[in-house]
């Protein structure tokens, strides 16, 4: 079985600061891992994924997150905060005999500050 | 189309009634995804159909909930005898294969029941 915990409900940063966003995963088998934002009232939109190539994948609106293995995370960055970013992220694992199925952490909502 | 369709996007019906939420995914896109989002969580898988056919139901949480896509394309969440603990935003999401290049998510279809 998979799960996925993404650590703090909430994060908050001023506008212009680096953000970090935490997400672990378990899986019995190499993953694929992916991270969605959802803006209010709206979808989930991909931000970027990663499927066994490069460790750093870089997606949409200069969001990164980088595949350790070893300690089985893939944490979200952005050097420096819009006010744009306010939404919920959240991250998602899929893999193994739940192949197609994709299975979200709980979210974490971001708040930009002035 | 260009996106994912989902309707009503709003659905309010009494405890008892049978609702129908209508999906209708990207064109050419084999896959498609039910999930249900609560309030304050992530989204939960509920059915994935590759084609016309159910590859893998077990996210319905009860013989109440049935889904199909007759012509593997629209596909219609049914759900019987409905609940207040139904209550959800209802996502439907399609990808091109098996979605290890992440999904597109329609806007989803907000249930209450009363």
């Known amino acids: 079985a998979q799960s996925v915990t993404q650590l703090g409900s909430h994060v908050s940063v001023s506008e212009g600061a680096l953000v970090l966003l935490r997400c672990n995963y378990s899986s019995s088998v190499p993953p694929y891992l992916f991270w969605y934002v959802q803006y209010p009232n709206q979808g989930l939109q991909l931000l970027l994924k990663y499927t066994s190539a490069a460790t750093l994948v870089k997606g949409i609106n200069g969001f990164e997150a980088e595949f350790k293995k070893s300690e089985t995370s893939f944490h979200l960055t952005k050097p420096s905060a819009h006010m744009s970013d306010a939404a919920e992220y959240f991250c998602a694992v899929m893999g193994g005999t739940s192949y197609g199925k994709l299975t979200f952490g709980q979210g974490t909502i971001l708040t930009v500050h002035p | 189309g260009a996106g994912v369709s989902q309707t009503p996007s709003n659905k309010v019906t009494e405890k008892g009634k049978y609702v129908e939420l209508r999906c209708d995914p990207i064109s050419g896109h084999t896959a498609l995804y039910w999930y249900r989002q609560s309030l304050g969580q992530g989204p939960e898988f509920l059915i994935y159909?590759?084609?016309?056919?159910?590859?893998?139901d077990s996210g319905l949480p009860n013989d109440r909930f049935f889904a199909v896509r007759p012509e593997g394309s629209v596909s219609t969440l049914k759900i019987q005898r409905t609940e207040r603990g139904d209550s959800a935003v209802y996502l439907c999401?399609?990808?091109?294969?098996?979605?290890?290049?992440?999904?597109?998510f329609g806007s989803g279809t907000r249930l209450t029941v009363v």
């Open positions: 999401a399609s990808s091109l294969t098996g979605g290890e290049s992440g999904y597109t």
């Open positions: 159909f590759q084609g016309t056919g159910a590859a893998d």
